[in-house]
Nanobody, 121 residues
């Protein structure tokens, strides 16, 4: 079965940093676009960062300059490094694996269970 398992969340002070990690199993992640999303209470889930299979990255404007996404295809992992954390970064962070395809039966979209990040003094 396919699993995405996040780790690294927790409580951090404003201005601090942390690294989130996601380990994928049951898929060959090298052919997927991997991403991190977050959802704060009462709000829609939003994109934080993406990294495509060719290594191209994309960041939300709210974290640009403060976040870095990376992947290790051999280990089936994707990481998100964040610094200068703000209270508004508080959310549940989710790992995502997406395999786009013009053939509907080949499309795949998987989510992890999420990890809580709380930025507070």
């Amino acid at each position: 079965q396919v699993q995405l398992v996040e780790s690294g969340g927790g409580l951090v002070q404003p201005g601090g940093s942390l690294t989130l990690s996601c380990v994928a199993s049951g898929i060959m992640s090298s052919i997927y676009t991997m991403g991190w999303y977050r959802q704060a209470p009462g709000k829609q889930r939003e994109l934080v960062a993406l990294i495509a299979s060719d290594g191209t990255t994309n960041y939300s404007g709210s974290v640009k300059g403060r976040a870095s996404i990376s992947r290790d295809n051999a280990q089936n992992t994707v990481s998100l490094q964040m610094n200068s954390l703000k209270p508004e970064d508080t959310a549940v962070y989710y790992c995502n694996a997406l395999r786009p395809s013009p053939i509907a039966t080949l499309r795949r979209n998987y989510w992890g269970q999420g990890t809580q990040v709380t930025v507070s003094s």
